[in-house]
């Protein structure tokens, strides 16, 4: 699933009075847009994620200051650096995430393909590698 990760150059259109960027789904993303979310107000230090999704996908973009990214599927790591606003980074199901390294103001755009389901989080790790078939035994329970 980590391969399928990726950047995406949204497009830009700009003009003596600024830039604008666009995103249509299913033409710039391959999904439909169910769910749009942001985080903001992130202290310094701050780590957000340390989750997997198991249907999800998501298009990640640093509207405002920078963040990183960091990916795993158990095997590889990937670190993606977010600091421009038409810069996408699009997230498979199945891969573990965590964002840290939040700039001061700045803002995270996510553009999601399901509505909000606390079912289709792998909250633990060691579930998450279970479920991708890498850790052996049942999930832990309570
Ligand atoms: P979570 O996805 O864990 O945030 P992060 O990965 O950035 O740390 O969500 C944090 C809380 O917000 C969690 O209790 C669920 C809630 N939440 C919603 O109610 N709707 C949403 O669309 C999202 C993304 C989170």
């Given at each position: 699933p980590l391969d399928h990760c990726r950047i995406i150059n949204l497009p830009v259109v700009t003009d003596v009075h600024g830039k604008l960027t666009f995103i249509e789904e299913n033409r710039h993303i391959p999904f439909d847009i169910k769910r749009v979310y942001y985080l903001y107000d992130v202290p310094g230090g701050a780590v957000r994620g340390a989750h997997a999704h198991k249907a999800l996908q998501q298009l990640y973009i640093c509207l405002s200051g920078s963040c990183d990214i960091k990916l795993t599927d158990g095997f590889k790591d990937k670190t993606f650096h977010l600091n421009r606003s038409y810069m996408g980074l699009l997230l498979s199901p199945m891969v573990w995430r965590s964002v840290d390294n939040f700039s001061s103001n700045s803002v995270l755009l996510v553009l999601a393909s399901?509505?909000?389901?606390?079912?289709?989080?792998?909250?633990?790790y060691n579930d998450y590698l279970r479920g991708r078939g890498i850790l052996d035994g049942p999930a832990e329970t309570g």
């Open positions: 399901q509505l909000y389901d606390e079912d289709d989080y792998y909250r633990d």
